[in-house]
C-alpha cells in the first residue's frame, strides 16, 4: 500500500465508479435510477483494495468528494459510497 495518492483523482474516480456500477444488481448501462432499495453502497475497505491506496487516504478523497461526484455515507469512520452523482 502506498502512503499518499500516487494515481491522479481522475484514476481514483474511476475506480471508484466501476465498483459500485459492477455492485448494482441487474445495472445494464451507467444509469441506476430507479433502483431505490436495492443499491449496494460501496465500502472504502473495498476502494483501498482495488486502488492499492492507504484507507486515509481513500477516506480524504471521498470527504472532499462527497456532494460533488459522490453521495457518502458515514459510519464512524467508514466511509461508503451510497450514489454516483457524476456519471
Do not use: C, H
Amino acid at each position: 500500500m502506498t502512503s499518499d495518492l500516487e494515481t491522479t483523482t481522475d484514476d481514483l474516480y474511476e475506480t471508484i465508479r466501476e465498483l459500485w456500477q459492477e455492485a448494482q444488481p441487474g445495472m445494464t448501462d451507467n444509469d441506476a435510477s430507479g433502483f431505490g432499495q436495492s443499491v449496494v453502497s460501496i465500502q472504502d475497505t473495498a476502494i483501498a483494495e482495488r486502488t492499492g491506496l492507504e484507507l486515509a487516504a481513500v477516506r480524504d478523497f471521498l470527504d472532499n468528494a462527497d456532494g460533488v461526484k459522490f453521495e457518502v455515507g458515514r459510519d464512524g469512520e467508514t466511509r461508503t459510497v451510497k450514489a454516483l452523482i457524476d456519471l
